[in-house]
């Protein structure tokens, strides 16, 4: 199903089978992603790779500390010649939208992508608009600066169904890299896959059969970060906010699309567990204490999925 899509992939990403698995299961279950590395790792490559193996629209927003909202949504235009207003359509237009560098935009231009991303929809100058299906957004991030960035607030944050983090290559996959881009041109990659197929893929995976018992065990996992003490876990003086009920819809959904491409109609714990890390690790707000100690939000789910009982 999606084994063509990643194929296409791997001729230009060298390595990081696992954040490629991940984007595409985010794809299928229809969210969207939140990349973070140091520069160089690829990521603003592995999106651009991922939208030119599908056929979809794609439009790249660079964004940078002068961006203003209407460069991502649109404006209205006045036309002198005929003395009328007419709409110019933003970047934000297009199925894939790749938000590069999000943290170097202000607030106010970051906070442009919140109705579009939650509502499928914009509003300008008092019109709403709807967006094109399928509509995927894909931000990237650098966590090592702080210079010239603003911290995405939680509330934007909380709107990507999966946070990825991008590791450095091993010594073999950078030689395999130097092989490909200093030695010749590099393969292109080639769409495999249409949007009707996505739309369809996207609508089997929502039909996957989630058991009474799977669901309570993915709510109780979301609420053992906001009452650890009730699952015996000492980590209360290390939360300052647990996740939040997107925060469940993204354990059930990101499940469901990891069920599908393994070819099952109903999801496991198993399933659970594979995509809790991706699912929580941007939801959970570490005390000052914490932070200062070094606790990492992927240590406090590793310690929630061994606290949780397993149906």
Known sequence: MLLPVKEEMQKAIVGQDGTVSDLLLALVAGGNVLLEGVPGLAKTLIVRTLASCIDC??????????????????????NQREGSFSLVKGPVFHNIILADEINRAPPKVQSALLEAM???????????????????????????????????????????LFKLGIAYPTVADEVEILDRYTAGVPASPECVLSA???ARIQAAARAVHADAAVREYAARIVDATRRPADYGLGLAASIAWGASPR???????????RALVAGRGYIVPDDIKKVAHNALRHRILL?????????????????????????
């Open 57 to 78: 629209s794609f439009a790249r927003i660079q964004f940078t500390p002068d961006l203003l909202p209407s460069d991502i949504t649109g404006t209205t235009v006045y």
């Open 118 to 160: 939650q509502e499928r929809q914009v509003t300008i100058q008092g019109e709403t608009l709807r967006l094109p299906d399928p509509f995927f957004v894909l931000a990237t991030q650098n966590p090592i600066e702080s210079e010239g960035t603003y911290p995405l607030p939680e509330a934007q944050v909380d709107r990507f």
């Open 196 to 198: 009707a197929d996505l």
């Open 247 to 257: 925060a469940t819809l993204s354990l059930v959904l990101g499940a469901k699309a």
């Open 287 to 311: 005390t000052y204490a914490a932070d200062a100690a070094g606790v990492s939000t992927d240590g406090i789910v590793d310690a929630v999925l061994g606290s949780v009982e397993v149906p």
